[in-house]
């Protein structure tokens, strides 16, 4: 029996693993680097081991410190989550010199499995239907260019480990191939410790859609059924559900078939899940199986009242599958969608820094890696959440999910909240007509828009001004009784100027005897009354419509939260200081990260597009690209360089005026 288990991992997936633990009767150990010291998963645990170190290899890829974690605090078994060493072979066998009981499959079926192109040839040999590929070296450019031409375009770059669209790049010019299989090389490095790539033939536009099977020490191998992933970005999937709309029953029993028969080729062991590209056709054919807990496993608890992880935890121990797994049954319809802090409307860029509060409603569930307060760093994968919804239909799902996100309180980062809404209210998301083009059909930053009409925005605006006023008035003394800015004679209105991304907008308002009168921008509010003002916001009736308004504040930036939407406004100062001008044509930083890519010198030509500096962040990489033809007039960094978000990096002259 185990005692006592180790989480080899971090954010909502070690909280998720010490939920069900505890639920079990299980102690719990976490690990954690230097930047993760005050996350919410390091202080759920019972203990907590310090990795130190703040990247992932320096903390939650050390083998041996995690090792060391377990003796020092005397775990008997390892979880390792998902990412990070949860496929790694090594790990996995290790943990079992060790004496440590590994929750997930043998070393030899991760090896397996985990190598793209291994597993490939195993799918062949038990007759699963699979794409043309061929294992490339990205130093040998001949190489690389004939596998692309016998393949045939498009073609796919993927690294042979990991997962979660880390290592991808789809390549449908011969000429940018070279560049792309370099780049996949890198990032597959970086994220999983293995630069090993491969090029796979492209299916344009198909379904991404994955068998989640189970494995026991008794023979038994299942399928739990179908998640479609098919709205991705950057090969990473943003929104699950389960069931399929594009499976009707004979077609999931094929498929769940061939996910068997991927899973007894192998003898495996544990939670496993094999994943297949779909064709309108209804044929299907093996992508790769992931020997791990799936970040959207959520959606099939939901759908089959089980623990996935209590199962995982079971057959670790020896037990057979229990009866309600092996006889489970659809019921219903769940739909998951991940909250990043990134921004669509600029290419998806990750971003950094503090929640100042997070809480979403309780009609969902929400498996999260923070809470209010919470820091998101740049070391790891932005991901802050996954918010689940269940219902006895697709529709109603999909309508409780949407209102569930569109509702919810996220202060202190930009996220991908507005897109997600978008999305699940969307005629083709709601008629099942998804593919692994949607964002392509979709544009993200059209979608990934403020959910808030400009007369909406105008009341968050008049909101955040009596807000501040009151707060005002509840710190100075006052008159008892006498409405706020009030004068004996008329006076001018109180003005405060907000900004909501590019947009100004100047509020007057003013109390007089005949109540409070408003306007945005000069124009005026009809019929507005202030009904009440407190410490959590305003309550307003404007033209007869009455809402209230949670307002917050942090510095200079507001946060508004109302039954129209929600809204982030700066406060602009009354009397703004002189800014300090940038150099013409520098390139900023995107964000807080590493140079890995200085592609030009001072003097060089460039031209509009062309790559100028590879920026690495998030685990992702991040190209700055000159944003029109010119010269190189000063290189400010170096391959190696740490850089911060906004800092300068290169200038470019275009030769214009300035």
Same mark, same amino acid.
């Not at 699979?130 to 004939?146: C, G, K, N, Q, R």
């Not at 005949?514 to 005026?524: H, K, R, S």
């Not at 982030?568 to 890995?596: H, N, Y």
């Given at each position: 029996m185990i005692q006592k288990v180790l989480i080899a991992n971090?954010?909502?997936i070690a909280r998720r693993v010490i939920d069900t633990c505890r639920e079990m009767g299980i102690a719990t150990v976490a690990v954690f680097s230097d930047p993760d010291v005050g996350a919410p998963f390091v202080a759920e645990a019972d203990?907590?081991? &310090?990795? /130190?170190?703040?990247?992932? #290899?320096?903390?939650?890829?050390?083998?041996?410190?995690?090792?060391?974690? %377990?003796? &020092?605090?005397?775990?008997?078994?390892?979880?390792?989550?998902? /990412?990070?060493?949860?496929?790694? &072979? @090594?790990? %996995?066998?290790?943990?079992?010199?060790?004496?440590?009981?590994?929750?997930?499959?043998?070393?030899?079926?991760?090896?397996?499995? /985990?190598?793209?192109?291994?597993?490939?040839?195993?799918?062949?040999? %038990?007759?699963?239907?699979?794409?043309?590929?061929?294992?490339?070296?990205?130093?040998?450019?001949?190489?690389?260019?004939?596998?692309?031409?016998?393949?045939?375009?498009? !073609?796919?770059?993927?690294?042979? +480990?990991?997962?979660?669209?880390?290592?991808?790049?789809?390549?449908?010019?011969?000429?940018?191939?070279?560049? +792309?299989?370099?780049? %996949?090389?890198?990032?597959?490095?970086?994220?999983?410790?293995?630069? $090993?790539?491969?090029?796979?033939?492209?299916?344009? +536009?198909?379904?991404?859609?994955?068998?989640?099977?189970?494995? @026991?020490?008794?023979?038994?191998?299942?399928?739990?059924?179908?998640?479609?992933?098919?709205?991705?970005?950057?090969?990473?999937?943003?929104?699950?559900?389960?069931?399929?709309?594009?499976?009707?029953?004979?077609l999931r029993a094929e498929m769940s078939e061939a996910a068997i028969a991927a899973g007894r080729a192998v003898d495996y062991l544990g939670a496993g899940t094999v994943e297949f590209l779909l064709d309108d056709d209804r044929g299907f054919y093996f992508l790769e199986t992931n020997t791990r807990l799936q970040v959207e496993h959520p959606v099939t608890e939901m759908v089959t009242g089980l623990d996935l992880v209590r199962l995982q935890v079971m057959v670790a121990e020896g037990e057979p599958l229990p009866v309600d797994a092996t006889e489970a049954m659809l019921n219903g319809h769940a739909i998951e969608a991940r909250l990043y802090a990134e921004d669509p409307t600029n290419e998806f860029l990750p971003v950094t820094g503090t929640v100042h509060s997070f809480h979403v409603d309780d009609a969902v569930r929400v498996d999260s890696a923070v809470e209010s307060g919470s820091e998101v760093s740049v070391h790891y994968d932005p991901m802050i959440a996954k918010v689940i919804a269940w219902a006895p239909t697709r529709h109603e799902a999909a309508r409780v999910l949407a209102s569930a996100l569109a509702g919810a309180e996220i202060h202190g980062l930009v996220t991908n909240r507005e897109l997600l809404v978008r999305i699940l209210r969307e005629d083709e998301f709601l008629a099942g007509d998804t593919d692994t083009h949607y964002l392509e059909r979709h544009d993200p930053a059209e979608m990934g828009r403020s959910l808030i009409t400009d007369a909406a925005l105008h009341h968050h605006a008049l909101a955040a001004a009596l807000h501040a006023q009151g707060a005002r008035r509840r710190t100075t003394p006052h008159l008892g009784g006498v409405p706020s800015g009030w004068r004996n004679t008329p006076s001018q209105p109180q003005q405060v100027t907000f900004r909501s991304g590019d947009t100004e907008l100047e509020v007057g308002y003013l109390f007089g005897r005949?109540?409070? $009168?408003?306007?945005?921008?000069?124009?005026?509010l009809d019929e507005v009354e202030l009904v009440e003002e407190g410490q959590e916001g305003v309550t307003l009736r404007i033209d007869r419509v009455q809402a209230h308004y949670s307002v917050a504040r942090a510095g200079d930036t507001w946060f508004i939260?109302?039954?129209?939407?929600?809204?982030? *406004?700066?406060?602009?100062?009354?009397?703004?200081?002189?800014?300090?001008?940038?150099?013409?044509?520098?390139? *900023? #930083?995107?964000?807080?990260?590493? !140079?890995?890519?200085?592609?030009?010198?001072?003097?060089?030509?460039?031209?509009r597009g062309d790559t100028l500096v590879v920026v690495e962040a998030m685990k992702m990489e991040h190209s700055v690209r000159a944003p029109s033809d010119g010269t190189v007039v000063e290189v400010r960094i170096a391959e190696g360089d740490q850089v911060d978000g906004d800092q300068v990096m290169i200038v470019v002259d275009d030769g214009s005026e300035a």
């Open positions: 971090r954010g909502e203990e907590a081991y &310090a990795l /130190g170190g703040a990247t992932a #290899a320096e903390s939650y890829l050390r083998i041996d410190a995690i090792l060391e974690a %377990a003796r &020092a605090t005397g775990a008997d078994a390892i979880h390792p989550g998902y /990412g990070f060493l949860s496929e790694n &072979a @090594d790990f %996995a066998r290790a943990c079992g010199d060790a004496g440590l009981t590994f929750i997930g499959p043998a070393p030899d079926t991760i090896e397996i499995m /985990g190598s793209k192109l291994e597993s490939k040839r195993r799918m062949i040999e %038990a007759g699963v239907p699979t794409l043309p590929s061929v294992e490339i070296d990205p130093s040998d450019h001949d190489a690389v260019s004939a596998a692309g031409e016998e393949i045939g375009f498009p !073609v796919l770059v993927k690294a042979s +480990a990991g997962g979660g669209g880390k290592g991808m790049r789809i390549v449908r010019d011969p000429a940018e191939l070279v560049a +792309a299989a370099e780049g %996949a090389a890198r990032e597959a490095a970086a994220s999983f410790g293995d630069p $090993t790539v491969f090029l796979e033939k492209y299916l344009d +536009a198909p379904r991404h859609v994955e068998i989640q099977i189970f494995g @026991d020490a008794h023979g038994n191998v299942i399928s739990l059924f179908e998640r479609e992933c098919s709205i991705q970005r950057r090969h990473q999937k943003i929104v699950e559900e389960s069931p399929s709309p594009a499976l009707d029953t004979d005949d109540g409070l $009168t408003a306007e945005v921008n000069g124009t005026p939260d109302g039954p129209d939407g929600a809204s982030t *406004l700066v406060e602009l100062p009354r009397f703004p200081g002189q800014d300090v001008e940038e150099q013409k044509g520098s390139l *900023l #930083a995107p964000m807080p990260g590493k !140079v890995i890519r200085v592609a030009v010198e001072e003097g060089a030509s460039v031209a």
